[in-house]
């Protein structure tokens, strides 16, 4: 069987030590091409490439960032899941949400042997992913796409790793407060959400649009702002239409306390289950990110939920 492992050299769990070991790793079962990747938005590239030549699995060696761009390569083509290179994921990123829902272990060398006992089982599991159409871009997204607070967080976690900084929970935690209390528009709700049954809810901060749960963004901790989300089902959402401190504060206590399989309550918390499309608009350009990933500021979201839609090797 012929596989392509695209790996990312800036991933915070691997090196190239650790890229030669699991390249030997999987010799025995798979003849392996290894493609580093070199620039934002190669590794879809590859991935799209990958389905040309006709590749049985195709392995991302990463963060979500470099999932999401694996997962947006294989189905550029548009070809049903049965007619695409399985995928197999090893963690390397800082997060890894995407890896960790699947049940993998938060390491790449770790994850091997889950991923080689269900190649030589001939197992693989086809899941449902997420897209979105904008006015600039159309892709795909794994695990959560976000508007409002939760993207500007992203993006302040993006710029402080730029400078330097080490993305830990505690790096999310810090920004997520600086931005909220010294940063958010709290007081101008700018969202504007439709189901698909044509129901609308205005004066909206916050949406969390979900594919599956829990997230993992704090380490081993779970984050469940749509515990029943799923990725044989269809999105999820998480709004909010008060940014004040106390009903923020309860809804945030609500996805990271017992009973986790719960949906955060309350009068200002808005929530969508199993929805095939949802329809985001905004007054103004509100911070939007797709798997961890911030993508700028957009004023119109369409997002649907794709069946059946890859298959992971797992």
Known sequence: MQALLVANPKATSTNQRARDLLVRAFAGDLEVDLA????????????????????DIVIALGGDGTVNEVVNGLLAHELPAGALPGLAVLPGGSANVFARALGLPNDPLRSIASVLGA?????????????????EEKRYFTFSAGV??????????????LSGARANPGLYV?????QYFAITDRRNPSLRIEDSDGRIARDVFLAIISNTAPWTFLGPRPVNPSPRASFDKGLDLFG????????????????????????????????????AEITIGASRPTAFQLDGEYLGRRERLLFRSVPDAIRIVI
């Open 174 to 178: 810090r920004a997520a407060l600086r």
């Open 119 to 135: 190649l030589r089982a001939g197992r693989t599991r086809t899941i449902g992913l997420g897209h979105v159409a904008t006015e």
């Open 148 to 161: 409002g607070w939760d993207a500007e967080v992203v993006h302040a976690v993006e710029q402080a790793r």
């Open 36 to 55: 580093e990747t070199a620039y934002r938005g190669h590794a879809v590239d590859l991935a799209a490439e990958a389905v040309t030549r006709g590749v």
């Open 240 to 275: 909010m239409r008060s940014a004040d401190v106390l009903p923020t504060v309860a809804a945030l206590a609500q996805m990271l306390t017992p009973p986790l399989d719960q949906a955060p309550q309350g009068r200002h918390v808005l929530e969508l289950h199993d929805t």
